[in-house]
T-cell receptor, first 115, second 116 residues
């Protein structure tokens, strides 16, 4: 049971380049989400998904796309990278159910630098 | 809408002394509350969570938090700080919405320094 995995761990992009941040979980969680973490701002929600085929926007969705074709995978795409997207990105999945209260499991993060 | 305020951006304590990290929240609904810890260049680890079963919640590594509805607070405490506790701590409030979304709001974080 690997939990939530993210690749790559670190990436450098040039302005205008596109890329996909990968996220996968093997816990059969329905709910997955992407956050970005910037100094002094905590974590902000980019996009989330409540199940395969269903996605929605969070607080800061501009410049990012997501899709959810399977329960396990939730990739985040940067369409045209900008320096403002330099951040640390965390993927999370949520365990729900009667016995567990919305515990989020976070991946190790992807550090992105846009030059 | 809900919000979370971590009252101190930095807290410095000496090793062996008590730790208090303060968190106040506001929510229109009965929230779930969490504390997460993030060590440098690491992901977030769940310390503890409030499930409404008990107001005093015990977590990992000797941390505790007390839910006080009248004060809308969920402060994190530890009786005796250890050097390995130096990290950033996040208070999180979660409210389930009818759309299926969990409205999660993170505090801005408190950086804990532990002096030898």
């Amino acid at each position: 049971n690997a939990g939530v995995t993210q690749t790559p761990k670190f990436q450098v992009l040039k302005t205008g380049q596109s890329m996909t941040l990968q996220c996968a979980q093997d816990m059969n969680h329905e709910y997955m989400s992407w956050y970005r973490q910037d100094p002094g701002m905590g974590l902000r929600l980019i996009h989330y998904s409540v199940g395969a085929g269903i996605t929605d926007q969070g607080e800061v969705p501009n410049g990012y796309n997501v899709s959810r074709s399977t329960t396990e995978d939730f990739p985040l795409r940067l369409l045209s990278a900008a320096p403002s997207q330099t951040s640390v990105y965390f993927c999370a999945s949520i365990a729900t159910g009667r016995r567990e209260v919305e515990t989020q499991y976070f991946g190790p993060g992807t550090r992105l630098l846009v030059l | 809408a809900q919000s979370v305020t971590q009252l101190d951006s930095h807290v410095s304590v000496s090793e062996g002394t008590p730790v208090l990290l303060r968190c106040n929240y506001s929510s229109s609904y009965s929230p779930s509350l969490f504390w997460y810890v993030q060590h440098p260049n690491k992901g977030l680890q769940l310390l503890l969570k409030y499930t409404s079963a008990a107001t005093l919640v015990k977590g990992i590594n000797g941390f505790e938090a007390e839910f006080k509805k009248s004060e809308t607070s969920f402060h994190l405490t530890k009786p005796s700080a250890h050097m390995s506790d130096a990290a950033e701590y996040f208070c999180v409030v979660s409210v389930p919405l009818y759309t299926g979304r969990r409205a999660l709001t993170f505090g801005s974080g408190t950086r804990l320094q532990v002096q030898p």
